[in-house]
């Protein structure tokens, strides 16, 4: 494959959509040709649902999509069209559930461009496990026989699991996101239409044309309406603008991210308000140097990956950046807390940044227990430059769970460590090597329990991994020594028992919570590093 260019550039109160089951969304009647087993939910509020619908209600953006039987098209909620007749409508869960229905993109509102949900990334049921493998190319790997492998399920069973879930059987999902895929690369590179159809993982140059003439009304010559901006032939750059959700606090997730980074693995640049943070991030593919920088409601991000795995980064960098949380939605609990008000409010926008690998996630953890962040960015430099691959620019690969497997416990602690803490990273990575610990499609709850098997993590890690490697809105380590100063200070329990069954009350999204709290002591002039204190020894 040649170079890759960069692309040119390119409310009325309803109902809450927290008292919907969005995971189980389904049209209102069976008058389009949807799967038979796809029966519909049991809990869709139809009248919130169209309401949302007539008043464009922004917060059911990419939670909700909706088909019209009079045109074939289906949309988003906030799509500026004439409000469709109720007795036309059909309700979706996912776009590839539209698509399975028979209905093709809205040119207007491009469903397919909607900001994503945070509905499906922690869930242990066998659909939000699917869906998020698929999501990350397993399909593309391994087919749908693989996926089904994975998840120790049957084919059937795990077609017929995701069609009464969302609508769409597993080869669908994963038809309609090359699709996406697709139309990034088409309206933002200057690919030529064959590299895209392959690189979004089309077997031939008529099926992408036949997928993208069904999921969007168009082929793939039209959807490239822009002229494209000449490119220094020098810049194999793939450079993409990923939508969010705003609010968008990017000054807080710019300064997570700078106190965090480790030499040899990231750089962190600062402007003021504006910054650029440049790291190796891990795909299916391998590993690419990739920059990211906020700019208005997007972000820009520009990557040396294969572009075969242009889907499997995206996924990433959403997940990392936490593009796609709701600040509407958890506003509305938070804030209902009056303890918590005044902090939601101040920053209505604040994210719970991830980083880019649940096992890199584990791995800074367990070596940030009862120290600084900077003590534990040392530490992990150092483990970087012991065990990392280099990759480009003076940045290396962080070292993968077979690497610290094969290495000897006494080896990782002589970076300064504890021996007890190099014994535990080895014995985690020996685990997740072994497949014994599936941080990628596994069941939290299920891989939390496993590693709390692990001689040296305790509650704490195991917790905070949930936040910060798997996602998971509702993790709260209430052990955490940061927390416990930031309640005391709001008045709140500092004991870690009070202040859990405290937090009870800012469910689903205590993670956001717990990030306002560590925000507001950082805002105080209080060191950092209170995050990855632990609350005692593991």
Same mark, same amino acid.
């Given at each position: 494959m040649g170079a890759i260019r960069r692309g040119g550039s390119r409310r009325p109160i309803i109902a809450s959509p &927290?008292?919907?089951?969005?995971?189980?969304?389904?049209?209102?009647?069976? =008058?389009?040709?949807?799967?038979? @087993? !796809?029966?519909?939910?049991?809990?869709?509020?139809?009248?919130? @649902? !169209?309401?949302?619908?007539?008043?464009?209600?922004?917060?059911?953006?990419?939670?909700?999509w909706f088909g019209v039987t009079s045109t074939g098209v289906y949309c988003r909620p906030v799509c500026p069209a004439q409000t469709r007749k109720r007795s036309n409508v059909r309700y979706f869960a996912a776009p590839a559930a539209a698509v399975s229905a028979g209905f093709r993109a809205c040119k207007?509102?491009?469903?397919?461009? /909607?900001?994503?949900?945070?509905?499906?990334?922690? &869930?242990?049921?066998?659909?939000?496990?699917?869906?998020?493998?698929?999501?990350?190319? @397993?399909?593309?790997?391994?087919?749908?026989?693989?996926?089904?492998?994975?998840?120790? $399920?049957?084919e059937r069973h795990l077609h017929r699991t995701l069609v009464a879930e969302v609508g769409a059987g597993p080869l669908q999902l994963a038809v309609s996101r090359r699709a996406q895929t697709a &139309?990034?690369?088409?309206?933002?590179?200057?690919?030529?239409?064959?590299?895209? /159809?392959?690189? +979004?993982?089309?077997?031939?140059?008529?099926?992408?044309?036949?997928?993208?003439? &069904?999921?969007?009304? +168009?082929? *793939?010559?039209?959807?490239?309406?822009? *002229?494209?901006?000449?490119?220094?032939?020098?810049?194999p750059a793939l450079v993409l603008r990923l939508r969010l959700r705003p609010p968008y606090d990017a000054q807080a997730v710019g300064a997570h991210l700078a106190a965090r980074a480790v030499v040899g693995l990231e750089q962190h640049t600062a402007d003021g308000d504006a910054w650029t943070h440049r790291r190796v991030v891990g795909t299916r593919r391998g590993p690419a140097v990739t920059e990211v920088r906020v700019a208005g409601d997007h972000v820009v991000v520009r990557s040396g990956t294969d572009l075969r795995a242009t889907a499997s980064l995206v996924r990433r960098v959403r997940r990392w950046l936490d593009l796609d949380a709701d600040p509407d939605a958890i506003g509305e609990v938070l804030r209902a807390d009056a303890d918590l008000r005044p902090l939601v409010t101040a920053r209505?926008?604040?994210?719970?940044?991830?980083? $880019?690998?649940?096992?890199?996630?584990?791995?800074?953890?367990?070596?940030?227990?009862?120290?600084?962040?900077?003590?534990?960015?040392?530490?992990?430099?150092?483990?970087?430059?012991a065990f990392g691959t280099p990759v480009a620019d003076g940045l290396a690969a962080f070292p993968g769970p077979g690497v610290l497997a094969a290495?000897?416990?006494? =080896?990782?602690?002589? %970076?300064?460590?504890?021996?007890?803490?190099?014994?535990?990273?080895?014995?985690?990575?020996?685990?997740?090597?072994?497949?014994?610990?599936?941080?990628?499609?596994?069941?939290?709850?299920?891989?939390?329990?496993?590693?709390?098997?692990?001689?040296?993590?305790?509650?704490?890690? /195991?917790? !905070? %991994?949930?936040?910060?490697? %798997?996602?998971?809105?509702?993790?709260?380590?209430?052990?955490?020594?940061? %927390?416990?100063?930031?309640?005391?200070?709001?008045?709140?329990p500092s004991d870690a028992a009070a202040l859990a069954v405290r937090a009870a009350a800012w469910s689903p999204w205590r993670s956001y919570a717990a990030q306002h709290l560590w925000t507001a002591i950082t805002q105080h002039g209080r060191d950092v590093t209170g995050e990855t204190v632990a609350s005692r020894a593991e």
């Open positions: &927290r008292s919907v089951a969005w995971g189980r969304l389904c049209p209102v009647s069976t =008058a389009t040709a949807l799967p038979p @087993a !796809y029966s519909g939910p049991a809990g869709l509020d139809v009248d919130a @649902a !169209y309401q949302a619908l007539v008043s464009r209600d922004r917060r059911f953006d990419g939670r909700l207007r509102c491009r469903p397919d461009s /909607a900001p994503g949900s945070r509905h499906w990334d922690h &869930r242990g049921d066998l659909a939000s496990r699917a869906l998020r493998l698929i999501a990350d190319g @397993a399909v593309d790997e391994g087919g749908v026989t693989g996926l089904a492998a994975t998840l120790h $399920v049957s &139309r990034l690369l088409v309206e933002q590179t200057e690919l030529p239409l064959s590299e895209v /159809a392959f690189a +979004a993982g089309f077997a031939s140059i008529r099926q992408f044309n036949d997928v993208m003439r &069904r999921e969007f009304g +168009a082929p *793939p010559s039209q959807l490239r309406r822009r *002229p494209v901006a000449p490119i220094p032939a020098s810049d209505p926008g604040l994210r719970v940044p991830t980083t $880019v690998d649940p096992w890199e996630t584990l791995v800074r953890t367990v070596v940030g227990q009862q120290v600084s962040v900077a003590g534990a960015r040392t530490l992990l430099g150092r483990l970087v430059a290495s000897a416990p006494e =080896a990782i602690s002589a %970076l300064g460590m504890p021996r007890t803490r190099g014994r535990t990273l080895h014995l985690a990575a020996r685990a997740v090597a072994r497949g014994e610990v599936d941080l990628t499609g596994g069941d939290p709850d299920e891989v939390a329990a496993t590693l709390l098997r692990i001689p040296g993590i305790g509650p704490w890690t /195991a917790d !905070y %991994l949930r936040l910060r490697g %798997l996602g998971d809105p509702d993790a709260f380590p209430a052990g955490d020594l940061g %927390l416990r100063q930031s309640a005391e200070r709001l008045g709140l």
